[in-house]
């Protein structure tokens, strides 16, 4: 099984200081594996190019920290989510120009 990856998306994956692959999606995608009777094979390449190895077939799957959006769910099969991210703005406490996402039109991020 040729798994794709792009190895930057700790905890989900990443390489340690001695280029070990780990992370969940690691565990998770070697456990499945385990259990069909197949070894798995990890590719590393950009995260940007993961959807494609999977629509062009040069890949069985992909592990990452991937999102299902309604333009990848269109081309791909997920699994059911496995981590809920809660991912959310935060501002001061006495900030009151920013409330909504429209607030936010035309300003700047820090970087």
């Known amino acids: 099984m040729v798994v794709t990856t792009d190895p930057a998306f700790p ?3 990443y390489l340690t200081a001695a280029d070990e692959l780990v992370g969940f999606d690691v565990d ?3 456990e499945v594996a385990r259990r069909l009777g197949l070894k798995v094979y990890f ?3 950009p995260f940007d ?6 629509e062009a077939s040069t890949a069985d799957a992909a592990v990452d920290a991937i999102t299902i959006t309604a333009q990848r ?3 791909i099969d997920f699994s059911r989510p496995h981590f809920k991210s809660g991912l959310a703005i ?3 406490r006495d900030e009151t120009r920013i409330s909504t996402l429209q607030d936010l039109a035309g300003k700047k991020n820090c970087g």
């Open 11 to 13: 905890p989900f994956v």
């Open 28 to 30: 998770l995608i070697t």
């Open 43 to 45: 590719a590393y390449i």
């Open 49 to 54: 190019g993961l959807m494609a190895t999977l």
């Open 73 to 75: 769910d269109r081309v």
């Open 90 to 92: 935060a501002v001061r």
